[in-house]
């Protein structure tokens, strides 16, 4: 026992001072590091699934930060999600080195160690744990792509632009889905491999407004050419747009992920419509199952541009809605004017809003039932260099006979729930038009 135990110390000691080894690990072997990384840093990871693959994998997150067992007002949530296709595996082997430097470098790295302080970071390594069990380690091999039923998780999430209500959501899906409503992410991104791009919203279009010269244009496109360019600039070879040998150039390294091609059902937009969390999706590697030889010079690669991005969640300015005695509200809209979001943002439970922005003069309208509309002007700086976006609060002032009531957009949810959708924006039509059209003939049944 004493030997079996002073050897076990020794491995880890090793694991310490060498950090975590470049190859693929399996599940098992996953998980196991994600235990020993969760037990040897308790005080800044807590190690939790938010549910489980067809085949029964957990699906692992790790979640790091300064108080990571819950959230502090102020503190933004971030997330980093990788192999959602099991073939592309270099994002799954990103992710646990990102976790391994980020553990070892806590407190004396100071770079880490703001990030870590100012944000609270969720990584979930592998969504499609079965689809990688079962791939093949060649480049362009699609085998292990979909999960065990077959289905590819970036086709199957409910879509803005197309209904997809005959379409029955995977465990995998419904995992992420459930998990965005225990946590008010402010920033994402998912990996992705086969080519090596960022690309950003919109990923669909139905053909209206948002189709702008061959691209689907969301209303916080700058910020998202933005958190695009982020990535890309430091990236070591990502900016310079070279397409791998089987694709396209991109100019800068970044894409309208519509005008590179259609994709309904994609977790991307999903983030962005419903979650009100900003995502990317980053392709970051031409081989979707590289060598392991190749593994360094990814990270290598990559590192830089992964701290970075994360660092972005600090864009903007964030703050908490109370009403006139000083008590946060939820569900108060706050509307940045000029950005007709599909679904307007709004508070969290704990009152608070998180709202990405470049730096600028924004007005800001903020709307909640009984009280009076308040609408402010507030000067945004550069966020990220301060590790902090703008703290701004708003006081809300109860209505008055005086003052008509304030009209508070209704509430937006996924439309595979049959709730009502918000009526802010050009879309999601099928909805209202499907129960306007049962309402005519309920009626003229009457008659």
């Not at 409503?181 to 669909?204: I, M, R």
């Not at 908490?320 to 307007?344: F, H, I, T, W």
């Not at 922005?357 to 990220?384: A, D, R, S």
């Amino acid at each position: 026992m004493f030997v079996f135990t002073l050897c076990l110390y020794f491995w880890c000691w090793l694991s310490s001072i060498h950090g975590l080894e470049f190859r693929y690990h399996n599940s098992m072997e996953m998980e196991q590091y994600l235990k020993d990384i969760n037990r040897r840093f308790p005080d800044i990871t807590l190690l939790h699934s938010i549910g489980q693959s067809v085949e029964g994998r957990e699906l692992w997150v790790l979640i790091l930060g300064q108080h990571p067992r819950e959230h502090r007002t102020g503190i933004p949530e971030f997330k980093y999600v990788g192999n959602m296709h099991g073939n592309e595996a270099v994002g799954r082997v990103l992710l646990l080195q990102l976790i391994d430097y980020l553990t070892s470098s806590y407190l004396s790295d100071p770079l880490v160690t703001r990030l870590l302080n100012s944000s609270r970071v969720h990584i979930l390594p592998s969504m499609n744990p079965d689809g990688f069990e079962s791939s093949a380690r060649e480049c362009m091999n699609i085998k292990g792509r979909y999960n065990k039923n077959g289905v590819d998780l970036n086709r199957n999430f409910p879509d803005a632009f197309k209904s997809t209500t005959d379409r029955e959501r995977e465990k995998e899906v419904r995992a992420v889905m459930d998990w965005l409503k225990t946590e008010n992410f402010v920033l994402s991104a998912n990996l992705h491999g086969g080519a090596v791009v960022a690309s950003y919203p919109y990923d669909n279009s139905n053909g209206g407004s948002e189709l702008q010269g061959g691209l689907s244009i969301s209303p916080d496109d700058d910020v998202f050419v933005h958190l695009a360019k982020t990535y890309s600039y430091r990236h070591s070879e990502m900016h310079n747009g070279n397409g791998c040998y089987d694709s396209q150039d991109f100019s800068h390294g970044i894409t309208n992920g519509y005008q590179w091609y259609p994709l309904p059902g994609g977790m991307q937009d999903y983030n962005y419509v419903w979650a009100q969390c900003f995502e990317l999706t980053l392709e970051i590697s031409c081989c979707k199952y590289p060598p392991e030889a190749q593994l360094p010079g990814l990270w290598a690669a990559n590192k830089p541009a992964l701290l970075a991005y994360m660092q972005q969640v600090h864009l903007g300015v964030k703050g908490v809605v109370m009403d006139s005695y000083g008590k946060p509200v939820q569900n108060a809209v706050v509307e940045v004017l000029g950005r007709r979001n599909v679904c307007p943002f709004r508070t969290d439970r704990n009152g608070e809003y998180y709202r990405l922005l470049l730096p600028g003069n924004y007005t800001i309208k903020v709307m909640y039932p009984g009280h009076k509309t308040l609408t402010q002007t507030v000067q945004v700086p550069y966020g990220p260099d301060a590790f902090s976006a703008l703290t701004h609060n708003f006081l809300l002032q109860n209505s008055d006979y005086s003052s008509p009531a304030t009209q508070v957009p209704q509430f937006c949810t996924t439309p595979d729930l049959g709730i009502q959708e918000s009526d802010s924006a050009p879309l999601l039509p099928s909805v209202f038009t499907t129960l306007t059209i049962l309402l005519l003939q309920r009626l003229l049944t009457l008659s």
